[in-house]
């Protein structure tokens, strides 16, 4: 039973361009949430999604990044015209519903490294 | 907004000296507080949740406890395997997402 899996697992973009970081959610999970990790800082949230929709994404930037978690395939986070301010590891994980009791499934993270 | 503060931000400690690692939060409406652990290089682990002031969870030599304004990680009789970052995170009100802390970095020698 695969465990959530993310891709690229490394990434480097030169300043610009653009990420798009991909996320597949345990077997049977149909909600999938993106956190993003600065070196010495703490997980913040960015977004949580269910199967074509987006439920909460008041932790997102407004501008350059979005999501989407469509009815088949990954869900996938873009990051356009990267800033080295973007440089970080982000974490995507899933639940099979709502989050009730704090269980997320993480995945083992996407280091985009912006030179 | 909701708050979350972790202490010691490093510990370092004997294999077998036990000690407590701190979580402290502001939250308006505790719906959970939950314990993560998380290995360099990779995503975090679920460890514990706890819902309400005196409850208490253990796993192996970890046992996590919840007052109304703080929770703290036991560790007793560690091992260098237990070394790691200790997330502590709170869900509140009607929101679905986790609010973590920056964690404390665990390190046990022998």
Known sequence: NAGV??????????????????????????????????????????????????????????????????????????????????????????????????????????????? | EDQVTQSPEALRLQEGESSSLNCSYTVSGLRGLFWYRQDPGKGPEFLFTLYSAGEEKEKERLKATLTKKESFLHITAPKPEDSATYLCAVQAGTASKLTFGTGTRLQVTL
Request: charged fraction near 25%; proline fraction near 6%.
């Open chain 1, 5 to 115: 899996m993310q891709n690229p697992r490394h990434l480097v973009r030169r300043r610009g361009q653009e990420a798009r970081l991909r996320c597949s959610p345990m077997k049977g999970h149909s909600h999938v949430y993106w956190y993003r990790q600065l070196p010495e800082e703490g997980l913040k949230f960015m977004v949580y999604l269910q199967k074509e929709n987006i439920i909460d994404e008041s932790g997102m930037p407004k501008e350059r990044f979005s999501a989407e978690f469509p009815k088949e395939g990954p869900s996938i986070l873009r990051i356009q015209q990267v800033v080295r301010g973007d440089s970080a590891a982000y974490f995507c994980a899933s639940s099979p519903g709502q989050l009730n009791t704090g269980e997320l499934f993480f995945g083992e993270g996407s280091r985009l490294t912006v030179l």
